[in-house]
Nanobody, 120 residues
């Protein structure tokens, strides 16, 4: 069992930056692929990014590629999402996730979500 807790959401103006964090606890949590998804009101949950256990391999959704960066620090069981050049369309609840599989498909574990709101 893996527990995930996000932090770092909030309100930011368009063009600004935010960094989300997700700390994992539980058995062998560092051996899991880590990821971020998001869901805006009235829309389906969307893949944002994932990162392999080593941190050497990453994937990004088309809408965030070049603006967002996923990273991880296995020493403190945390992974991050650095979000730059934010747009109002990036407003959503952001969820961190973990799964044994890479690339991630259907995550086995989810965080509770953190709200990101980008004002125009």
């Amino acid at each position: 069992q893996v527990q995930l807790v996000e932090s770092g959401g909030g309100l930011v103006q368009a063009g600004g930056s935010l960094r989300l964090s997700c700390t994992a606890s539980g058995r062998a949590s560092n051996s899991y692929t880590k990821a971020w998804f998001r869901q805006a009101p009235g829309k389906e949950r969307e893949f944002v990014a994932d990162i392999s256990t080593s941190g050497l391999n990453t994937n990004y959704g088309a809408s965030v590629k070049g603006r967002f960066t996923i990273s991880r620090e296995n020493s403190n069981n945390t992974h991050y999402l650095q979000m730059n050049r934010l747009k109002p369309d990036d407003s959503a609840v952001y969820y961190c996730a973990a799964d044994p599989q890479y690339p991630i498909a259907t995550p086995a574990y989810w965080g509770q979500g953190t709200q990101v709101t980008v004002s125009s």
